[in-house]
């Protein structure tokens, strides 16, 4: 491969996370490869793959639903991921008091 001018190496990982549109994909355990060929590098991963939806709010915006309404950090993320936004949150876990 060498003489080709295809140089790899392994990479030390521990979690691989893909940011793709309204969604992640998280490779755990990975086994990653790191390959160099004519001036590009690309990445051969292998491990434990899992998807999850991609949150669209911040730890802010969850630390606010909590101070607004007392609710625990599960039930303010919970109230963020089913109504999409942080007022109508807040107005859902304040109906629930």
Do not use: C, H, Y
């Amino acid at each position: 491969m060498k003489q080709m001018g295809i140089n790899s190496e392994e990479v030390e990982a521990e979690e691989v996370i893909i940011k793709a549109k309204g969604k992640e994909i998280i490779i755990t355990d990975p086994q990653v490869t790191k390959i160099r060929m004519g001036g590009t590098e690309t990445f051969q991963i292998a491990g434990k793959i899992t998807e999850r939806t991609a949150e669209k709010f911040s730890q802010d915006d969850v630390n606010m639903v909590m101070k607004q309404t007392g609710a625990n950090e599960n039930e303010a993320r919970e109230a963020l991921k089913s109504e999409g936004d942080m007022a109508a949150a807040i107005m859902r876990l304040k109906k629930l008091q």
